[in-house]
Structure formats: C-alpha cells, structure tokens
Nanobody, 123 residues
C-alpha cells in the first residue's frame, strides 16, 4: 500500500521558515516523482514544486520560486520542503503526493496523497 505522511507544519511569523517532511512507503522511491501542494480555505489545491528522486530534477511554480526548496533523501524515502521568508498568504494545508506521470504539477495527475499538514503564517 502506497502511503505518504507529512509532518513539520505549525505556526510561524511572517518572514520565518519551516521545513516540511514527507515520508513515503509502499513503492520504489526512485520510480515516482513526488510533489508538494497546498490548499487554502475556499481555494483550489495549488501545485508548488516536485522532484524526480531518480535524477534530482525539480520544478517550481513561480509563486514559490526562490523561497521554497524541495529535496529528497533517497536512502530514507523522504522528501522535504524548505520554506523561507514565509508570508501570511502561504497559510494553507500542505500536502505531498506521488505521481506516475513524470515531473508535473497538476494535482489531477497525482494518484497518491498524504493527509496534509497545516501551516499558518501570522502577520
């Protein structure tokens, strides 16, 4: 059974940093790209970044480029999201997800999802 579990969310002041972790199991880690998404109340789920663990290739959406960094630890089957210079508009539930469709950021292309972790940025 494929499982993804996020952790590391919390409350942080604007300008602060958080690192989210996603531990995966149930599949060969290098076979599936993993992405990070977020969903704020009343908004659609937004794709932020993804990584292909087999070659380290990454992709970022413009709204987080330069502030967020995705990385993976293939030995631990984990993916991380380092978030710096956080803004109140970054407040959302953050999800990691795995896909069989390559390095993509469309939520509809991801088959396996974690339960999410809340990130709240205060002004």
């Amino acid at each position: 059974e494929v499982q993804l579990v996020e952790s590391g969310g919390g409350l942080v002041q604007a300008g602060g940093s958080l690192r989210l972790s996603c531990v995966t199991s149930g599949f060969t880690f290098e076979d599936f790209p993993v992405g990070w998404f977020r969903q704020a109340p009343g908004k659609e789920r937004e794709g932020l970044t993804c990584i292909n663990p087999s070659d380290g290739r990454t992709y970022y959406t413009d709204s987080v480029k330069g502030r967020f960094t995705i990385s993976s630890d293939n030995a631990k089957n984990m993916v991380y999201l380092q978030m710096n210079n956080l803004k109140p508009e970054d407040t959302a539930v953050y999800y990691c997800a795995a896909t069989t469709h390559g390095v993509v950021l469309g939520a509809h292309e991801y088959e396996y999802w974690g339960q999410g972790t809340q990130v709240t940025v205060s002004s």
